[in-house]
């Protein structure tokens, strides 16, 4: 294995180890009597939530430049670590920079206040900086017959100039104009926040081709007019389809018009992943073709539901409530993190068989996401329908509830990675034999 | 086997995509539809909003948090005086914050000129059927 996927695979695990420990943090917080304490001894709710939605990202983003670096050794018959020393430094010194820069920030109680990006802002131009050189790595060396390769590297391609641009316009309340109105800001900010999740998708999108044609051995649907037509109507969903999150903001009636119009589209998306789930069941029993079957299923519920959502009189019932957050805990975790586990799995033990435990522990995590998601659903649902009627919700079942979901998802995919540490620290590509978690 | 997409047709694609990105960018950047800027005292509290993180817990048009509420148009909904003691002492999970009545009153000022921009959640303006209530 290359070294700079080891790297950078050792990297995305740690991510998702801060991750997954500040996702304990920030949901202990929900327990009345547990808060103050946490509050005292470990962190604050804001922090934890920050350090969490930050570790994330980086471990999307982390895994998806190991795969990357993977195709890319492929492509250029060459270990990149040696080829190309400077801009890997380079690459290391920008992303080491930024993320000890924002991980400082934030635990040392610093906050800009600004949704995903709560860190000083020094740590976003590094991160960019880190993004425009490894971009400019990769396009330089799929630049030759760029238009006659597979979809994935449209998409990562396409990531990279979308991510760069979205990152910047995260920044646009640093602007007096900007900031002073804070209409134009929250127009802005939903704009942004909703395009560069859409960026990090199109990452994780590639990824699932990619590894999906190395899994199956089938080449052609990676460069087929369907593979295509899906990228473009995800992409528009990306970039458009954040007005179902602000209908209720005093904006243009065509962009919210666009948006719901688009965010219906996804039903086509939704239809084809069922197809998709349907022919999966010819791939194999690996760990990785395991997650990335539980992703199309995730896929198809949480685009069913995106669709449902996007409904302006059912939005205006569940905005602003934990229904939104069980999206995005399907979305992150069903979709996003099943896809690159499955595909770190790929690359460091290829079809190899996983052990029972191993298999055990994906089952109990997807048992537990399914709750965890019923769970903020059914709560948000009372919330919405309760404040139509001008009444508040006191619920002293939910935030155990959550807890203790979020707990039991916690050491699942606890479990998991510790499988896939292992085989990354050995780096070696198994072929034959059982993954032992 | 599928067909494949011939290079031209891609580069086509994404012209039209580029496009429709732009295109929505632009929308978005020109919006007319009317705002009005914050007062330097209201622009102040959202800076005291800021650097205290409140949107880690609490929403504004929906972009923060869930531990807390909405407070689109909490300046119309809460009594000043409620606003005051939950921020100097806490309540519940919402720890108290170390912030001068200065800072405090500029806060309060942004909330009140948020609750002036629009409506940040549906309320019920007319009775609706008893099984939306449950009762």
């Given at each position: ?157 396409t990531s990279?100039f979308f991510f760069?641009y979205t990152?910047?316009e ?18 802005l900010?939903w704009k942004a926040c909703g395009t560069i999740v859409g960026s990090l998708n199109l ?28 990228f473009a109507v995800g992409l528009l969903n990306s970039f458009t389809n954040f007005g179902h999150h ?9 962009v919210?018009?666009i948006s719901?119009?688009v965010s219906?589209l ?172 | ?15 039209a995509l580029v496009g429709c990105f732009f295109a929505q960018g632009a929308l978005v950047y ?106």
């Amino acid at each position: 294995m290359n070294k700079l996927t080891t790297l950078f695979s050792k990297l995305a695990i740690f991510a998702l180890t801060m991750t997954l420990l500040n996702g304990v943090f920030a949901v202990g917080h929900y327990i009345a009597a547990l808060s103050p304490k946490l509050h005292e001894s470990v962190t604050q709710f804001g922090t934890s939530r920050a350090m969490h939605t930050m570790n994330a990202a980086a471990w999307i983003m982390f895994s998806a430049v190991a795969v990357i670096y993977h195709y890319l050794t492929a492509v250029t018959g060459s270990d990149l670590f040696e080829s190309r020393r400077r801009t890997v430094q380079s690459i290391a010194l920008c992303v080491s920079a930024g993320y000890l820069i924002a991980a400082n920030s934030l635990i040392s109680g610093y906050s800009t206040g600004r949704e995903y990006l709560e860190f000083y802002p020094l740590a976003g131009l590094f991160i960019l900086l880190a993004w425009l050189i490894f971009g400019w790595q990769f396009l330089s060396a799929v630049r030759p017959g760029f238009w006659d390769r597979p979809i994935y590297v449209t998409m990562w391609a396409t990531s990279v100039f979308f991510f760069a641009y979205t990152l910047c316009e995260q920044y646009a309340w640093l602007l007096p104009s900007v900031f002073d109105d804070h209409v134009v800001d929250m127009r802005l900010q939903w704009k942004a926040c909703g395009t560069i999740v859409g960026s990090l998708n199109l990452l994780v999108y590639g990824t699932a081709y990619y590894i999906g044609e190395k899994l199956s051995g089938n080449e052609e649907l990676a460069k087929s007019k369907t593979a295509y037509a899906l990228f473009a109507v995800g992409l528009l969903n990306s970039f458009t389809n954040f007005g179902h999150h602000a209908y209720h903001l005093p904006q243009s009636e065509l962009v919210k018009w666009i948006s719901f119009v688009v965010s219906m589209l996804e039903a086509i998306l939704f239809v084809k992943v069922m197809f998709d789930i349907a022919s999966s069941v010819r791939l194999n029993d690996s760990a990785a073709a395991r997650l990335l079957r539980a992703s199309k299923w995730w896929s198809a519920f949480t685009l069913l539901t995106a669709v449902i959502i996007s409904i302006p009189p059912i939005n205006s019932v569940i905005h602003g409530t934990h229904v939104v957050v069980a999206h995005s805990m399907s979305a992150t975790t069903g979709i996003d993190s099943f896809v690159m586990l499955a595909a770190l799995f790929y690359l460091f033990a290829g079809s190899a068989q996983s052990s029972k435990w191993l298999n055990c522990a994906i089952v109990i995590t997807n048992i537990a996401l399914g709750g965890l998601v019923v769970v903020l659903s059914c709560h948000g649902l009372e919330v919405g329908l309760a404040r139509l009627n001008g009444r508040v919700v006191v619920d002293n079942v939910f935030p155990v509830s959550f807890a203790v979901h979020g707990a039991i998802l916690t050491l699942s995919i606890g479990f998991v990675t510790r499988a896939l540490w292992k085989l990354v620290r050995s780096s070696c590509v198994q072929v034959s034999g059982e993954i032992r978690a | 086997m599928p067909p494949r997409m011939r290079a031209e047709h891609k580069k086509l694609l994404m012209i039209a995509l580029v496009g429709c990105f732009f295109a929505q960018g632009a929308l978005v950047y020109t919006d007319r539809t009317p705002t009005r800027p914050a007062s330097s005292n209201a622009a102040t509290g959202k800076r005291v909003w800021q650097a205290n993180n409140c949107q880690a817990c609490h929403q504004i048009y929906g972009m923060g948090g869930f531990l807390g509420p909405d407070l689109t148009n909490a300046y119309s909904r809460v009594p000043r005086q409620r606003i005051d003691v939950m921020v100097k002492f806490g309540f519940g999970q919402m720890p108290k914050f170390q912030i001068s009545d200065e800072e405090l009153n500029s806060l309060v000022e942004f909330l009140a000129y948020v609750d002036t921009t629009g409506k940040g959640q549906l309320r019920p303006t007319k009775k609706l059927p008893w099984w939306v209530y449950g009762e």
